[in-house]
């Protein structure tokens, strides 16, 4: 199989070649200004990227994990804390829980979303639960009315994990701007991605953004002066003016992976997969288009072999993961995020597929799929 036939899980050198006199330029531009570090491009970032979300503030940092944990840490969050987020999602989620000595609660998710049940995570609720972490998986907004009422009737923070779903929307909000904060990615894999790590926490709260500067500046406000041990999370600029590209192509690039959506949506109806869910009033992002489907792994390796590189993402739940094998989980004890772990597979899907390619994957995996029902 020649590169040339190969359909690509993501093609960021064709991605690079759109855009590549303007990024090009953006980096000539922090080379010759000599400033690196906490600079005009990471200031001008943080309100573009505020605006975009919506949100007062937003605060650049080095990672997405860090963005979790500094907000987490930011939100008062410590050790003996109880963290309510979902079993069905990156670990990073639960790191940030475990970095400050509080205890992630694992809960199941919906099985049409995938995103945090609210009735699930109510059910978990203790006298030391102080967060609702839920995630935006996979481009898709977690159920933000039912969890933000739940929050509120027991006094909780909610916290969005929305790595995967900057500009997506629910009830008219962009992710990240409903609850004290939203915590973002740019690894390069995202629908806005640095070259490199890079991350980012929207807030409407000004306490709790002038304190995660802190934390992510050595604990200190001005130079050489530090209120508290904080912490080296400081997104460069190089970075930053990359991001700032990318960004001005953000709703372009989303418009087309929807497209990309509805054709796989139009071309795989009536097959045994179920298709990704789009709830009346949210506006999927499509980081990833996630199906469910019957015989999972035989059919990813046939994809595969046929040229067709699909993703297998979280094929083991976080509570059934060794790192937190000391919290005492069963198999079985989460059934839809064991479940999906099974059964989810992610197919090619970003802005620079052609139709073509699109109706390539429709055709392969009807085709396979007609195969598996005959054996």
């Excluded at 491009?41 to 573009?48: F, K, R, S």
């Excluded at 944990?69 to 639960?94: N, S, V, Y």
């Excluded at 460069?236 to 590209?245: T, Y």
Aim: hydrophobic fraction near 40%; proline fraction near 5%.
């Amino acid at each position: 199989m020649t590169a040339e036939t190969t359909i690509p899980p993501l093609d960021l050198q064709a991605e690079y070649g759109e855009i590549r006199g303007e990024v090009d330029a953006a980096i000539a531009r922090v080379l010759a200004s000599g400033a690196f570090i906490l600079g005009s491009e990471g200031e001008a970032l943080e309100a573009e990227v505020a605006a975009y979300c919506g949100c007062r503030h937003a605060v650049a940092l080095a990672s997405g994990t860090d963005a979790l944990h500094l907000a987490l840490r930011a939100a008062g969050i410590g050790p003996g804390d109880e963290i309510i987020l979902p079993a069905f999602t990156f670990i990073a989620t639960a790191e940030a829980v475990s970095y400050l000595g509080a205890r992630p609660v694992f809960c199941d998710v919906d099985p049409r979303t995938f995103t945090l049940d609210p009735k699930r995570a109510e059910e978990a609720i203790t006298t030391r639960t102080r967060a609702l972490l839920p995630v935006h998986l996979y481009g898709l907004p977690a159920d933000l009315e039912g969890l933000g009422a739940l929050a509120a009737r027991h006094g909780l923070a909610l916290i969005e994990d929305a790595a995967q779903a900057i500009g997506a929307e629910r009830g008219g909000r962009r992710a990240g701007s409903a609850g004290l904060a939203g915590c973002l990615s740019f690894y390069p894999t995202k629908n806005l991605g640095a070259y490199g790590d890079a991350g980012m926490v929207v807030t409407n709260d000004t306490a709790l953004a002038g304190r995660i500067r802190q934390l992510r500046n050595h604990g200190g406000q001005g130079r050489y002066r530090h209120e508290e041990v904080g912490f080296n999370s400081r997104l460069d600029e190089l970075q930053a003016a990359v991001l700032r590209v990318k960004l001005r192509h953000l709703d372009r690039w989303t418009a087309r992976r929807r497209q990309i959506a509805a054709a796989y949506t139009t071309g795989l109806a009536g097959t045994p997969l179920t298709l990704p869910a789009e709830p009346a009033g949210c506006r999927h992002v499509y980081h990833q288009y996630a199906v469910r489907a019957p015989g999972r792994d035989r059919l990813h390796e046939a994809l595969n072999a046929s040229g067709i590189r699909t993703m297998i993402y979280y094929p083991v739940p976080l509570h059934r993961q060794t790192a937190y094998a000391a919290l005492g989980y069963a198999e079985g004890s989460l059934p839809e995020s064991e479940r999906a772990a099974r059964e989810v597979l992610s197919l090619p899907c970003y802005p620079q597929m052609t139709d073509a390619q699109a109706g390539r994957v429709c055709g392969t995996l009807a085709a396979l799929l007609r195969e598996e029902r005959g054996r």
